[in-house]
């Protein structure tokens, strides 16, 4: 039972640095969706997809690029990370809006 | 616009005690659900009840229960016989039939059980 795969779990980049963050679900969602944590923040919304080769922006979607190719995968991406950027992300899928999120396991990203 | 308010930030109380936390969201949907997620220290949100905007029958499940009061616009969780093991940050979150694709989030309740 995968469920909701993030990789990596851990990273530490640069400054100007690019990197791509995969999200993988392996139970048929349509939806899914890119946050960030940071502390006190709660979860904000970055991007998300309803469907194969759709994105929408969330609310805070500066900064980062998604791509949704494949049903299964979801692709979080940092063209010139920042210092702004260090933060805990996490991936989340569901089948239709009434359902609740299932979540992966964050992704702890640090960017010095 | 939707909107969930989680107006306690942290809240600690000792071990064998009962604790409600509050959530107030605010819609103008007429069929909504709404979901209690839990993140213990180790850092994944564990999902914990879901409920629809036309059943306010509250729900027990072991020591947890969730009362809908949709006169007041809240879905409140109470722990009964607290534990240190229920020590986490639960979040409220709302889902509307009309902005079907994104699930809004309350900020958190941090609870802290003193043993």
């Known amino acids: 039972n995968a469920g909701v795969t993030q990789t990596p779990k851990f990273r530490v980049l640069k400054t100007g640095q690019s990197m791509t963050l995969l999200c993988a679900q392996d139970m048929n969602h349509e939806y899914m969706y890119w946050y960030r944590q940071d502390p006190g923040m709660g979860l904000r919304l970055i991007h998300y997809s309803v469907g194969e080769g759709t994105t929408a922006k969330g609310e805070v979607p500066d900064g980062y690029n998604v791509s949704r190719l494949k049903k299964q995968n979801f692709l979080l991406g940092l063209e010139s990370a920042a210092p702004s950027q260090t933060s805990v992300y996490f991936c989340?899928?569901?089948?239709?809006?009434?359902?609740?999120?299932?979540f992966g396991d964050g992704t702890r990203l640090s960017i010095l | 616009a939707q909107k969930v308010t989680q107006a306690q930030t942290e809240i600690s109380v000792v071990e064998k005690e009962d604790v409600t936390l509050d959530c107030v969201y605010e819609?103008?949907?007429?069929?909504?659900?709404l979901f209690w997620y839990k993140q213990p220290p180790s850092g994944e949100l564990v999902f914990l009840i879901r409920r629809n905007s036309f059943d306010e029958q509250n729900e027990i499940s072991g020591r947890y229960s969730w009362n809908f009061q949709k006169s007041t616009s809240s879905f409140n969780f109470t722990i009964t016989a607290s534990q240190v093991v229920d020590s986490a940050v639960y979040f409220c979150?709302?889902?509307?039939?009309?902005?079907?694709?994104?699930?809004?989030f309350g900020t958190g309740t941090r609870l802290t059980i003193i043993p």
């Open positions: 819609t103008r949907d007429t069929t909504y659900y």
């Open positions: 989340a899928s569901r089948s239709t809006w009434d359902q609740p999120q299932h």
């Open positions: 979150a709302l889902s509307e039939a009309s902005g079907n694709e994104k699930l809004t």
